[in-house]
């Protein structure tokens, strides 16, 4: 399984980017797919999650609202739409998968990982 990612860059506070995670080398009907972040000096956390095959989604608290998970089954690929960026939601963002029915917001229980792709929120 591969994930690249990408999308990133240096936006403004407010600015709505869009990332793509495109995934190959399995069948992923059966996966969940996950985008988690870290910040500089932070530890990685979970942004948010979706089942593959009925898309079902999960999010943190702090993006509740201002974020939005979907897949395309067409193009294999995972977008976490981001609006409302603030200066906090600086990091480099990672697109994850899990071979499981079942979703999960720990970083353990992901099995691939992309490369990462950097996001600067400037005020």
């Known amino acids: 399984v591969q994930l690249q990612a990408c999308g990133g860059g240096l936006v403004q506070a407010g600015a709505s980017p869009r990332l793509s995670c495109a995934a190959s080398?399995?069948?992923?009907?059966?996966?969940?797919m996950g985008w988690f972040r870290q910040a500089p000096g932070k530890e990685r956390e979970f942004v948010a999650a979706?089942?593959?095959?009925?898309?079902?989604?999960y999010y943190a608290d702090s993006v509740k609202g201002r974020f939005s998970i979907s897949r395309s089954n067409a193009k294999n690929t995972v977008y976490l739409q981001m609006n409302s960026l603030k200066p906090e939601d600086t990091a480099v963002y990672y697109c994850?998968?899990?071979?499981?029915?079942?979703?999960?917001?720990?970083?353990?229980?992901?099995?691939?990982w992309g490369q990462g792709t950097e996001v600067t929120v400037s005020s």
């Open positions: 994850a998968a899990r071979s499981s029915w079942y979703a999960s917001r720990s970083i353990n229980d992901y099995d691939y």
């Open positions: 080398g399995d069948a992923f009907s059966s996966y969940v």
């Open positions: 979706i089942r593959w095959n009925d898309a079902l989604t």
